[in-house]
């Protein structure tokens, strides 16, 4: 059993690497972005409560984001590791998963800003399974249509030039001192660089892997 945390900023490609290891690893992914835009999409009290920030890029605040992650981390079955997405983003939040979880190895995806702003303003991503589209290097092979189950690609309310300069100005700020934190703590590292935006998906999977296996985590 192996708890991962994947780091980087917006459109480092959390999503689409977590979902890939999710399969190859059997492992639980929980990405809190995800969770917070399902109950945006079903209205919930809590869903309207997080849309304020969401919408601007702003981090939800931590209680909120705190209890979504105790719920989920708890639907996890016994036995059954998992790979955190989007969380933790503040220190505060770190302090918190170390008193409910331990992590064995932080993945940090390094990707130059460049790469970010073209990825993230010609992202797609599918209304019905959450897949991830790129428009220029991950195309759908139907125009706006998922491959995997047929529903309809949308763009994310958030992925905007403006909002995409807030998300990632609040990554540098809020996030990214996290790094250290894990650092100072000892946990064990995977670095995965990507500085070309036609690099496939399972070229950065692989070599995830590789630093994994090095750690004899998997
Ligand atoms: P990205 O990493 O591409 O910005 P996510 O899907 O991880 O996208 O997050 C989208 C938004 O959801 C964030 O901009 C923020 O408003 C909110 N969010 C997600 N995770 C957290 C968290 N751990 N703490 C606070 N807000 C969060």
Redesign the pocket.
């Known amino acids: 059993m192996v708890n991962l945390i994947i780091f980087g900023a917006?459109?480092s490609g959390?999503?689409t690497y977590a979902s890939r290891l999710q399969l190859k690893l059997d492992l639980e992914v929980v990405?809190?972005?995800?969770i917070?835009r399902e109950m945006m999409k079903n209205n919930t009290p809590l869903g309207k409560r997080v849309r304020g920030?969401?919408e601007k890029?702003?981090?939800?605040p931590d209680e909120v984001?705190l209890e979504v992650l105790k719920q989920n981390l708890a639907k996890i079955p016994k036995g059954k590791g998992f790979i955190l997405?989007?969380?933790?983003?503040?220190i505060e939040?770190a302090k918190a998963l170390d008193g409910i979880a331990k992590i064995d190895a932080i993945i940090h995806l390094i990707v130059p800003d460049w790469i970010i702003i073209e990825r993230l303003s010609s992202r797609r991503i599918c209304k019905n399974c959450g897949a991830i589209y790129n428009l220029l290097y991950l195309k759908p092979k139907k125009d706006m249509i998922c491959d995997k189950c047929g529903g309809t690609l949308y763009q994310r309310e958030?992925d905007t030039p403006e909002v995409i300069k807030r998300?990632i100005e609040v990554y540098e700020k809020q996030t990214q001192p996290l790094l250290n934190y894990y650092k100072e703590k000892g946990i064990p590292f995977v670095e995965a660089k990507c500085d070309k935006l036609e690099t496939p998906p399972e070229t950065v999977v692989e070599e995830i892997m590789q630093g994994l296996h090095k750690l004899k985590l998997v």
């Not at 997405?85 to 503040?90: A, C, I, V």
């Open positions: 917006p459109g959390k999503g990405a809190t972005g995800d917070f920030y969401v890029g702003l981090l939800v984001t997405d989007g969380y933790p983003r503040t939040q958030d998300r």
